[in-house]
């Protein structure tokens, strides 16, 4: 599979995961739909990463890691430099590596729409970069 087709599939799966985080936060909150809003982060967060690191590839950029890959999009202008995707990362770290905290679960919650309508903006910019 070349490189841009490897974007494209992972373009198409972040659509759907993204889909299902939304899905998430549209229900009426508690504890069992914020846990799954959390997990369905994680995973657009981890789909979305590799987008970066997929595209700086075919920008001709090479980077290994998210925090790199979010770095490197930054200097190659297809998104703005903006805290709230390393924060976003920092998130993720929280989520995926330390054991669950009631009152951190609450913090990220509320955060999880701002950060699915950044990501979402970012692939925006990326797709018009990608087809033109």
Request: net charge neutral; glycine share 4%.
């Given at each position: ?16 995961a ?6 998430a ?25 590799k ?82």
């Amino acid at each position: 599979m070349d490189i841009e087709q490897k974007l494209q599939n992972r373009l198409n799966g972040f659509d759907k995961a993204c889909k299902q985080l939304e899905k998430a936060l549209a229900m009426p909150s508690d504890e069992f739909i914020r846990d799954s809003a959390i997990q369905r982060f994680e995973f657009t967060f981890e789909l979305f990463w590799k987008i970066l690191k997929t595209y700086c590839n075919i920008l001709g950029y090479k980077t290994d890691s998210p925090r790199g890959s979010i770095k490197q999009i930054f200097k190659a202008g297809t998104i703005e430099d903006d805290p709230i995707y390393l924060a976003m990362l920092q998130v993720r770290n929280l989520t995926t590596h330390n054991t669950y905290e009631e009152k951190l679960a609450e913090e990220i919650y509320g955060k999880l729409p701002a950060y699915s309508k950044a990501m979402q903006t970012a692939i925006i910019n990326i797709r018009k970069d990608f087809t033109s």
